[in-house]
């Protein structure tokens, strides 16, 4: 059992953990959350003993080991299956030892220990663990050097989970991981067989694999049972009640203080208003529960800009003389387009995100797109290079350069860096506002299009959610690129799979792609018929599964319906523009009045075929419910 009793931890004179107590059972898997700076990663330091607390103590098991990634990721010349086995230290020693053992007895020893601990089989179980976090067989045997930091600590994470601790922590595991690397890693956790507690703000992953959540907030812990939604559903109603509390005890205090008001100063009354005085003096104030009311996402909508945004035709793209990593790339991008980018990292999902930026150009074939496009281009780089001496309004400054300081506070102010927080030092801030920094910098000027590679990586849940809710309240395109399958499920519309050394549309859903993924990470005597209804995952292979021709259906209907709701507002929109221009527009501008119905009809049209796949997708999933 592990037990935080009264633990305090103050770091530069401020109480980051104050006298916070919890008991974690053996055996259970918790996921601890909180608000970006709350404390989540001084509390995992304190676990491991790398900080000492000021007050209070933490008790665990006295042989238990504890397994944490290292802040360093592994360098040198060893490859990452060797990382991997090494992290078995006593495998390690026992094999050292059998080399220079003349021993017979000690050898026997040696030998049925190596048995009992599963010595032999040690290469297969590493290979399968790097393999679901994405090394194929001449990765795995590549020196660590080769690799960029990102595969690195992926390399760490994989010695972690084979050394298999009693209690494993996890500092946001997934920060490093594509999608498919993220549902490995989540199955792998399901079945860990210890005390696992982990830092997440991944929704499915607290879900699905953990059955305690360990909530921290103003230095104090509190635990509840169940994932994520059941602690949100505990939550809310928590601060229901506490809400109904302090408003019965505002009531109560106003009369109080009216009565003490009314009767001090009358002989009769004076000593009933002194008491009352006192019973109001020893009321503790019922605090509600405390909110971030500077967390914010504001995306500044662009002016209009006619659809096709963007037109690819037999396009390959790459990096210097080396061959291209993307080939024959056929497709548009619309103007209220939301893509989600899926496939494997290092298949090339970055470099279609660069060559939609403009970072890139074809090496063959078309990108069209208009002179007055403006690209809004998200990477992590933006976030970790950032100026520490800097503040805010210093960067937005320059980046606004002449801009007056009403429209440079105004932008900031859109993700809430208002009044003091405007002129905060970089490097005072959290990762979750140096995130919202960098996305007010890269839509300063209204981008017609966001490109987002990665943005939730230092958001905790609740920044997660008001960005996906900024994001569909945006009213350009968007094109996403995340190991966060709510974000994308919530967000994106279309998806395009980057696999093969091309990419395409996926015809599937998110769900039908995370099955594919799921069946694939499967070792192949498990494997059965794919869930995900016979799907490869271009999605062009034939449906053979009841509920997953019923779930490609939905995702059908479901698309068509958000695009047939885009197009009539989009219509309503230029309806009322063709009407201002009647009324004013007509005689002063004829040439923009007709530009206006061209782009109507173009958009009628659309709708009346979003409106006809909508028929047919609703009748098509009629046919299959009805058998």
């Known amino acids: 059992m592990l037990t935080i009793d009264g633990v305090t ?4 004179g401020r109480a980051i953990l104050e006298r916070a107590s919890a008991t974690v059972p053996v055996g259970a898997r918790v996921g601890l959350i909180g608000r970006n700076g709350a404390g989540k990663s001084t509390l995992m330091k304190a676990l491991i003993g790398e900080i000492e607390p000021d007050d209070g103590e933490i008790s665990k098991p006295s042989r238990a080991r504890i397994g944490y990634i290292a802040q360093e990721a592994p360098n040198g010349s060893m490859t990452p299956e060797e990382v991997v086995l090494a992290s078995a230290t006593e495998r390690a020693q026992l094999l050292a030892e059998l080399e220079t053992c003349t021993d017979m007895d000690r050898m026997g020893d040696v030998h049925d220990r190596l048995l009992a601990i599963d010595a032999y089989s040690a290469p297969a179980r590493a290979a399968k663990i790097l393999n679901g976090l994405g090394f194929d067989e001449e990765m795995q045997q590549r020196p660590v050097d080769s690799f960029s930091g990102g595969w690195k600590m992926r390399i760490a994470l994989g010695a972690l989970l084979f050394s298999e601790p009693d209690i494993l922590l996890l500092d946001e595991p997934s920060n490093h991981l594509d999608l498919e690397a993220t549902l490995w890693l989540e199955n ?14 991944e929704r499915d992953l607290l879900n699905k694999v953990v059955d305690h959540i360990l909530h921290l907030q103003g230095g104090q812990l509190t635990l509840y049972a169940g994932g994520y939604d059941a602690f949100e559903k505990q939550r809310a109603e928590r601060a229901a009640q506490l809400a109904a509390a302090k408003a019965s005890q505002d009531a109560q205090r106003a009369k109080l203080q009216e009565y003490v008001a009314r009767n001090s100063a009358r002989a009769s009354t004076a000593k009933q208003a002194q008491s009352r005085a006192k019973m109001l003096a020893r009321m503790q104030p019922i605090a509600a529960l405390i ?22 035709e037999q396009a390959a793209v790459g990096y210097g003389e080396t061959p291209p990593i993307l080939r024959r790339l056929n497709f548009r991008i619309e103007a209220d387009d939301r893509i989600a980018l899926l496939g494997r990292n290092g298949n090339g999902k970055t470099t279609l995100a660069r060559l939609l930026a403009s970072q890139l150009t074809a090496a063959e074939g078309e990108v069209n797109a208009p002179g007055r496009l403006k690209v809004g281009y998200f990477t992590q780089y933006q976030v970790e290079e950032l100026a520490g001496e800097d503040t805010p309004l210093d960067l937005m400054n320059r980046a606004m350069d002449g801009a007056a300081q009403a429209a440079v506070r105004a932008q900031l102010g859109r993700f809430g860096f208002s009044g003091p927080r405007a002129q905060t030092r970089v490097d005072k ?3 979750g506002e140096r995130a919202r920094l960098a996305l007010a910098l890269i839509t300063r000027d209204a981008p017609h299009l966001l490109i987002l590679d990665e943005p939730t990586n230092h958001l905790d849940v609740d920044a997660r ?10 009213s ?13 499920e919530l967000t994106a519309d279309r998806l395009i799979l980057v696999d093969g050394g091309t990419a395409r549309e996926y015809a599937g859903s998110v769900q039908d792609y995370i099955d594919f993924i799921l069946g694939r990470n499967q070792p192949k005597k498990e494997r059965g018929p794919k869930r995900n209804g016979g799907k490869d995952p271009s999605g062009n292979a034939g449906k053979t599964n009841t509920s997953g021709q019923i779930r490609f259906a939905k995702s059908e209907l479901d698309k068509a319906e958000k695009a047939v709701t885009r197009l009539t507002a989009e219509l309503e929109k230029l ?5 201002e221009h009647s009324a004013t527009g007509f005689r002063q501008d004829g040439e923009k009045m007709q530009d206006c119905l061209r782009t109507r009809a173009e958009v009628a049209d659309r709708l009346a075929e979003a409106e006809e796949a909508w028929l047919e997708a609703g009748a098509a999933l009629e046919a299959i419910e009805n058998g």
């Open 465 to 474: 959610e008001a960005l996906i809710q900024a994001l569909n309240d945006y």
């Open 9 to 12: 931890v103050r770091l530069g």
């Open 575 to 579: 309806d009322g523009l063709v009407l």
């Open 429 to 431: 801030l959290s990762g």
């Open 291 to 312: 909110e971030d009311p500077s967390l914010s996402f504001d995306f500044p909508n662009p002016e209009e800009l006619r659809s096709p945004m963007i037109t690819i």
């Open 476 to 488: 350009g395109a968007v094109i996403l690129i995340s190991h966060d399958r709510h974000m994308v």
């Open 188 to 201: 792998f956790l399901k079945s860990y067989p210890a005390t696992l507690v982990v830092i997440s703000h």
